[in-house]
């Protein structure tokens, strides 16, 4: 059984930076891409980041590109995404995913593990 932990989320005022970190745990963890999604209250979830797990490529969101950047740690099966000029409008819960094969990587419903998420909360 895979399970996806994150943590590293938080209050952080505006300009400021997190780093987020997802841990893979479960001895059949193949994934193809792993991804980073974002959910705030009555929105849908929007796609953050991804990474190829070989490291390969990476692929981000327009609102984040230049101020977010994903990374993986093969060895401890965790991948990052660290936050950078964070915004008010990035308050969002953060969730990490992980796709067996190669989807679509910003479409959420082609990803098979998720976390169940942590919250980060930008003021102004």
């Known amino acids: 059984q895979v399970q996806l932990v994150e943590s590293g989320g938080g209050l952080v005022q505006a300009g400021g930076s997190l780093r987020l970190s997802c841990a893979a745990s479960?001895?059949?963890?193949?994934?193809?891409?792993m991804g980073w999604f974002r959910q705030a209250p009555g929105k849908e979830r929007e796609f953050v980041a991804a990474?190829?797990?070989?490291?390969?490529?990476?692929h981000y969101a327009d609102s984040v590109k230049g101020r977010f950047t994903i990374s993986r740690d093969n060895a401890k099966n965790t991948v990052y995404l660290q936050m950078d000029s964070l915004k008010p409008e990035d308050t969002a819960n953060y969730y990490c995913?992980?796709?067996?094969?190669?989807?679509?990587?910003?479409?959420?419903?082609?990803?098979?593990?998720w976390g169940q998420g942590t919250q980060v909360t930008v003021s102004s």
């Open positions: 995913a992980g796709d067996k094969q190669a989807g679509v990587v910003y479409v959420a419903r082609v990803y098979d593990y």
């Open positions: 479960g001895r059949t963890f193949r994934p193809y891409t």
């Open positions: 990474i190829a797990w070989s490291g390969d490529w990476t």
